[in-house]
């Protein structure tokens, strides 16, 4: 677990790369993890949405190609879901979807000239489209399997096509005809590539080999061996030099086009290289492995620079901008993103917790960094430093929810163990247990004056507590299932999200239930507010977002495009822009 920290905001990375500084719950999910980080400071958000990774949704199916025109504009992308997709990079918004394949889209490429778009399919054809129409010109039909890789050349005016069939194929763009098949014997052709200057053309296969072909005369000039298994990419650097290939023995090689000499391995990957794609300056390569990882490649070197983790599932494809400064990725989970390639992020890791980590938090004075662990701790660091300072301990079961109190000196914490528990920040000595309920603590927050404590628990009931005394000031039961989390709306009232499917809001002073927002189809996991205290938005298991208006509890608008349980949600600090974590392992960035 990384946890990231830039200009006093908070930024954390568990599994699949979720940026947030916020309030509320987020979760982070993989096959391997199910993870819940909760921070109950609100920080600045600003750096956040400046550096958002950005995630494109809309296919229905894993994502096995992606390309960015060479303007730098827009992004295409080619899908198991049979369709290939148009976006503006820099809106996210989906242009158009080319549909025509009867089958799994495996490669795309634009003409120079950025008027067509070619792609190969499982379907056998290649199809030519006209990418300002969308309109379908030619179905080019020749193969006998499954098209992985197409090539342009420089002019335009040619496109190759390699395939499992053991063939790469030579067309005219302009009439459609077929000019050279080059046989590669019994190995499939998984990747292809051109030379700058149009005389080579250079293929990956099963064979664990690259072949070097002449594209004037169809014949096979040099083979380049060194791989131990399957060769799924290669690149040529823009030089024209040197030869890049990825393959499933999970290296990385650099080859000298002219000899044919090998120049150096990378190893970091543990698992198949899907993907590999160069910067148009030449300086970096990206790699993407089926261990769900990108990694960021020093070209002259051979060093690594940095490495993206952020996937559930493998990586399928890469593809750098025009402009050098980002990198888009295609993953098996079905998400595109982009990278800015200039930005480091991580500063620092943090590393002592045993176990998942639930809940984090910065000290007032912004020095320090508290973490709340299902190992039953929760540590104190030296937030530019990254050393543990000190562990509290004191919990007997995983630690769901902290708070610091509004003075700065003290640390609320609640537990799956039912207690809530008081600290001294400084010393670590635990000042006082709050006992009351009879199932777990899954939300603590303060009131807005800071003398009470709100805390939401399985056991269906949410309790007041006196902070300085430690006395229960009151309970408030009106929830039928869990309540998941609780909110301050300001110093008269508070809100309740639960299981119930219902979201309450409730008199502090007298525990009146005040209204009760219904309209979810299930359970409530995450709630907040605007900045003006006049609408409430509602994250849930049913996997929509709700805004509704508090004076009134009326549902004003729904948000659909989730496909598993809202785990986070959080409003951008100009109050433009909604962001919310999924366990469908996307965010999504709503405008308000």
Partial sequence: MNIIFYKAVIFVFLSFNIIFASSKHIDFKDENLDTVISQSSIYSTKVLFKKLLKSFNGHNDDITSVIVSPNGKYLFSGSRDKTIKQWDIKTRELIKSFNGHKNSVYSIAITPNEKYLFSGSRDKTIKQWNIKSGKLIRTFKSHKDDIRSIAITKNGKYFFSGSLDNTIKKWNIKSGKLIRTFKSDKYRIYSIAITKNGKYLLSGSDEDTINQWNIKTGKLIRTLKGHRNDVRSIVLTPNNKYIISGSHDNSIKKWSLKTGELIWTLRGHTDDISSIAITPDGKYLISGSDDNRV?????????????????????????????????????????????????????????????????????????????????????????????????????????????????????????????????????????????????????????????????????????????????????????????????????????????????????????????????????????????????????SYDESIKQWDIKTGDVIKTYEGHSDTIRSIVISPNGKYLLSGSRDNTIKRWNL
């Fill in 295 to 539: 990694k960021q490649w020093d070209v002259k070197k051979g060093k690594l620079v940095r490495t993206f983790k952020g996937y559930a599932r493998y990586i399928t494809s890469i593809s750098t901008a025009s402009n050098g400064k980002y990198v888009i990725v295609g993953s098996k989970d079905g998400s595109i993103k982009r990278w800015n390639l200039k930005i480091k992020n991580l500063i620092r890791t943090f590393k002592g917790h045993q176990r998942d980590v639930y809940s984090i938090i910065t000290t007032k004075d912004g020095k320090y960094v508290l973490s709340g662990s299902k190992d039953k701790t929760i540590k104190k660091w030296d937030i530019k430093t990254g050393k543990l300072i000190k562990t509290f301990n004191g919990h007997t079961d995983g630690i769901n929810s902290i708070v610091v109190s509004k003075n700065g000196k003290h640390l609320i914490s609640g537990s799956n163990d039912n207690t809530i528990k008081k600290w001294d920040i400084k010393t670590g000595k635990l000042i006082r247990t709050f006992k009351g309920h009879t199932g777990n603590i899954s939300s603590v927050s303060l009131t807005l004056d800071g003398k009470y404590i709100l805390s939401g628990s399985r056991d269906k009931t949410i309790k007041q507590w006196d902070i300085k005394t430690g006395k229960l000031i009151r309970t408030f039961a009106g929830h039928t299932n869990y309540v998941l989390d609780v909110l301050a709306l300001d110093k008269k009232y508070f809100l309740s999200g639960s299981y119930d499917n219902t979201i309450k809001q409730w008199d502090i002073k007298t525990g009146e239930l005040i209204r009760n927002f219904i309209g979810h189809k299930d359970g409530i996991y995450s709630i907040t507010i605007t900045s003006d205290k006049k609408y409430l938005f509602s994250g």
